[in-house]
């Protein structure tokens, strides 16, 4: 059962990065590029946006600010990770490689198979296993770009489908709160909307306010 | 020799610019998160207040990255209908909820009903 749910896992990560090399193939970033992205930024939805808000024309500022913003939901995952890898003799730079691997599988998987391992080892089984997705993820990203290169438009279509329909799933069955679901639906309303104003920064318009408006919804059915 | 190698690289790699670009705007703004995590972890609460409005920024950004991919699709998904897209993720999100949130199946069955339009159309 246990290896069962880390497969479905696993193979949702490597559509996932199949359909990143994809991507990147036909927004004309080099394989290079994009297996650099996987290795330095190690984040899904920060190397979507990035490529996307680049390859539409946006500048080195506004999809930085897009990332960093985007971003901001690693911090609490570091957060509360890093403590339970923790011994008497841990300095922090030996968390430093550790604390680059967490992203959202990553953190799924320590809260579920820490427990499981004694806590001195707990950062070498980390960095093991983070080592082991992201080979296969270099592998994917290099898969999908591949494919888009060379594969009829149709097959080429179906696997930059993977993207949004594996982000909206896998985001949807992360939704824990009523926060959560409107901000995923308000979000993907907004959007359409803010983009025909043309500002350039739309999906940090629309992200930030159908967000907030969740949050508001979420604070006001509390009060009551 | 040497000119074989930068030839090979710079054919892999692209542009050194787009790589600088890759690090200003896709590897520090993420990273910096992390790394304050690494140093300040410890004094946030999980449950916070706060933490719930970031959470609810960062999905709803994700929710307008799936519209934008969607709405103005690149490349070879251009090729495809407006309305086989949209179509073809309802599929897929009706499934994802019938077989109890089964992302492997709804992701399947979105695929499925994407390439069968596309076909059906010719």
Redesign the interface.
Same mark, same amino acid.
């Given at each position: 059962m246990r290896s069962v749910a880390t497969t479905?896992l696993t193979?949702?990560l490597f559509?996932t990065y199949v359909g990143i090399g994809?991507?990147a193939?036909? %927004?004309h970033? =080099?394989? $290079?590029?994009v297996l $650099?992205?996987t290795v330095? @930024?190690?984040?899904g939805? #920060?190397?979507?946006?990035?490529i996307?808000t680049?390859? %539409?024309g946006a500048t080195?500022?506004q999809?930085?600010?897009?990332? #960093? @913003? %985007?971003?901001?939901?690693?911090?609490?995952?570091?957060? =509360?990770v890093?403590?339970t890898m923790r011994t008497a003799g841990t300095k922090?730079r030996h968390?430093?490689l550790a604390?680059?691997f967490?992203a959202v599988t990553l953190w799924v998987e320590c809260h579920r198979l820490l427990p499981l391992v004694p806590r001195e080892r707990r950062i070498a089984f980390t960095h093991g296993l983070g080592c082991g997705l992201l080979f296969v993820c270099l592998v994917a990203t290099t898969v999908g770009y591949g494919l888009?290169a060379n594969l009829p438009?149709?097959f080429?279509?179906?696997i930059?489908?993977?993207?949004?329909? *594996?982000?909206?799933?896998?985001?949807?069955?992360n939704?824990r709160?009523i926060?959560?679901v409107? #901000?995923?639906?308000? $979000?993907?309303?907004?959007?359409?909307l803010?983009?025909t104003l043309q500002t350039g920064v739309?999906?940090?318009i629309?992200?930030? %306010?159908?967000?907030?408006i *969740?949050?508001g919804a979420?604070?006001w059915r509390a009060r009551a | 020799m040497s000119d074989w190698l930068a030839n090979s690289?710079s054919?892999?790699? /692209?542009?050194p610019h787009?790589?600088l670009?890759?690090? &200003?705007?896709?590897? +520090?703004?993420?990273?910096?998160?992390?790394? +304050?995590?690494?140093?300040?972890?410890?004094g946030?609460d999980?449950g916070s207040?706060a933490?719930?409005?970031?959470?609810?920024?960062?999905?709803?950004? +994700?929710?307008?990255? &799936?519209?934008?991919? +969607?709405?103005?699709?690149? /490349?070879?998904?251009a090729?495809?209908p407006d309305w086989l897209?949209y179509g073809?993720?309802a599929a /897929?999100?009706a499934v994802?909820m019938l077989t109890r949130?089964s992302?492997?199946a709804?992701?399947v069955s /979105?695929?499925v009903a994407?390439?069968a339009g596309?076909?059906w159309l010719g």
């Amino acid at each position: 059962m246990r290896s069962v749910a880390t497969t479905v896992l696993t193979l949702v990560l490597f559509a996932t990065y199949v359909g990143i090399g994809a991507l990147a193939h036909d %927004s004309h970033f =080099s394989l $290079g590029w994009v297996l $650099g992205s996987t290795v330095l @930024v190690w984040a899904g939805p #920060a190397q979507i946006i990035l490529i996307t808000t680049l390859g %539409s024309g946006a500048t080195v500022v506004q999809a930085a600010i897009a990332v #960093a @913003v %985007s971003a901001i939901r690693l911090f609490p995952m570091v957060v =509360s990770v890093l403590p339970t890898m923790r011994t008497a003799g841990t300095k922090r730079r030996h968390l430093v490689l550790a604390a680059h691997f967490i992203a959202v599988t990553l953190w799924v998987e320590c809260h579920r198979l820490l427990p499981l391992v004694p806590r001195e080892r707990r950062i070498a089984f980390t960095h093991g296993l983070g080592c082991g997705l992201l080979f296969v993820c270099l592998v994917a990203t290099t898969v999908g770009y591949g494919l888009a290169a060379n594969l009829p438009v149709l097959f080429a279509a179906a696997i930059l489908m993977l993207t949004p329909l *594996a982000f909206l799933l896998s985001t949807a069955r992360n939704c824990r709160q009523i926060s959560d679901v409107l #901000a995923l639906v308000l $979000g993907l309303a907004l959007y359409p909307l803010v983009a025909t104003l043309q500002t350039g920064v739309d999906i940090l318009i629309s992200g930030i %306010s159908a967000g907030t408006i *969740a949050y508001g919804a979420h604070w006001w059915r509390a009060r009551a | 020799m040497s000119d074989w190698l930068a030839n090979s690289l710079s054919s892999f790699f /692209g542009d050194p610019h787009a790589l600088l670009v890759l690090v &200003i705007a896709g590897f +520090l703004p993420n990273e910096v998160w992390r790394m +304050l995590g690494l140093w300040l972890g410890g004094g946030v609460d999980e449950g916070s207040e706060a933490l719930i409005w970031v959470r609810a920024v960062a999905t709803a950004i +994700l929710a307008g990255v &799936i519209a934008q991919i +969607l709405v103005q699709p690149p /490349g070879a998904l251009a090729s495809v209908p407006d309305w086989l897209r949209y179509g073809a993720v309802a599929a /897929g999100f009706a499934v994802f909820m019938l077989t109890r949130r089964s992302i492997f199946a709804g992701v399947v069955s /979105g695929e499925v009903a994407m390439v069968a339009g596309k076909w059906w159309l010719g």
